[in-house]
């Protein structure tokens, strides 16, 4: 029987990687919108190389959670999720940097970083280390 933990950090890190998808996705196709989401404007109206860059790194990062965590790499998860936490801890700078950002758009940066921090080390602790990789 699964803990609360283990279907939370399970349940946390699912949301997590779709979301990245989701918005990874939306960066490519409607790139605009993305970025008023995002936090930001860039002021390049027809130029979408940042967003596509952006949708690119969003794209795989949740791509990666996903594969991770539907094959039960649960601690390989956990150091991505720790090593990834500078991802959404400098977009929420970027935004904070930004006078004229509305005030809701900190919050997913800000839940992200959370969210790595925390379910991150949870996968490290409580997943032991393959006996086959250890040194």
């Not at 949740?62 to 594969?67: A, E, K, P, R, W």
């Not at 790499?73 to 999720?81: D, N, P, V």
Request: proline content about 4%; overall charge positive.
């Amino acid at each position: 029987m699964k803990t609360i933990s283990q279907k939370t950090a399970w349940f946390l890190s699912l949301t997590t990687g779709l979301l990245l998808m989701f918005v990874g996705i939306r960066f490519f196709i409607i790139p605009a919108q993305a970025e008023a989401a995002f936090g930001i404007h860039t002021g390049m109206s027809g130029h979408f190389e940042f967003h596509f860059i952006k949708g690119a790194r969003d794209f795989s990062c949740g791509l990666l959670t996903m594969v991770l965590l539907l094959n039960k790499e649960y601690r390989s998860l956990g150091w991505l999720m720790i090593c990834s936490a500078v991802i959404p801890a400098t977009d929420f700078t970027v935004v904070m940097s930004n006078p004229l950002h509305p005030s809701w758009t900190i919050y997913p940066h800000l839940t992200a970083v959370l969210i790595c921090l925390t379910v991150g080390p949870y996968y490290l602790y409580t997943t032991k280390k393959s006996l086959i990789y250890a040194v």
